[in-house]
């Protein structure tokens, strides 16, 4: 007995080390998963400013041509997985009279992405919506398209799938019990690898979680921490995305984990250490 209390201590001091090395390890592993799967989105949300402003110029759309406009914007669907929809409104009305989808005019006067298109005279990601064409959950980016004169004439609006998230993540195993999650501007769920435990499409996450995520990230868009919300569960890692330096974020990305998957990760060393000496 006394021979192997040296030996425990020594194991005790080494695993302390190493511990310390493997939480590091899965920190960083996990901010890089965080930071890829966010750089995905970004991609993606610049990809759609590009569609938004060339189709802002076409002719077609700045006359109303209804028609061709429709043609386009299914065209360009078909060649988008990741897109709901893709609508024109006329800023007269409010009304769409061009759509990628089979549609009968409808107003989205009320809908938030064309109040912020046209208060911002600028590129905008709105928040999470359900279509009311398509029915699908999305997340819209919306763009002014004005005439000669600088008045806003319509509104041109891409609708991007949230259930297609899971494509964007990158080809790394979470830790067990570990899922995404991405919020809108509001906090509501856009997008959740496991739906469970208030994490559902839709649903806005508990005030208690919001303001954590808030207060953490608040001075820093990429963040990496732990913050038990209960229910077994800590946040993790959350990143902030951003149209513009200084704007405040528009969707929130990060990883909730299990409260053990940490001590699980710092006591695996010492367990086996434990066992051979015993």
Request: proline content about 4%.
């Amino acid at each position: 007995m006394f021979m192997v209390l040296p030996v425990l201590l020594l194991l005790i001091y080494i695993d302390n080390i190493n511990s310390n090395k493997a939480e590091e390890t899965f920190r960083h592993d996990i901010g890089e998963l965080v930071s890829k799967f966010a750089n995905s989105l970004m991609l993606n949300t610049y990809s759609i400013k590009q569609v938004l402003v060339s189709l802002a110029a076409f002719p077609p759309v700045k006359t109303f041509d209804a028609e061709t406009c429709s043609s386009l914007f299914a065209e360009i669907l078909k060649q988008n997985g990741l897109y709901a929809t893709i609508v024109a409104a006329s800023t007269f009305d409010g009304k769409i009279f061009a759509s990628s989808v089979p549609f009968t005019p409808y107003d989205v006067s009320d809908r938030q992405y064309y109040k912020d298109a046209i208060k911002s005279r600028n590129f905008t990601a709105g928040e999470y919506l359900v279509g009311r064409a398509t029915k699908l959950s999305s997340i819209t980016y919306s763009y002014p398209v004005m005439d000669e004169t600088g008045e806003i004439k319509s509104v041109l609006a891409i609708a991007l799938r949230t259930d297609q998230f899971g494509s964007m993540l990158p080809a790394a195993k979470l830790p067990d019990g570990a899922f995404i999650v991405v919020l809108d501007r509001n906090f509501t769920c856009l997008y959740s690898s496991d739906e469970r435990d208030g994490f559902v499409p839709g649903k806005r996450v508990e005030k208690t979680v919001s303001d954590t995520i808030q207060a953490m990230t608040a001075n820093s868009s990429n963040v990496i921490f732990e913050s038990f919300i209960g229910n077994g569960l800590k946040i993790l890692c959350f990143e902030q995305l951003h149209l513009k330096e200084n704007n405040a974020p528009y969707i929130y990305a990060g990883v909730i984990t299990p409260h053990s998957e940490l001590t699980k990760v710092q006591s695996y060393e010492f367990r086996r250490n434990i066992l051979i000496v015993t």
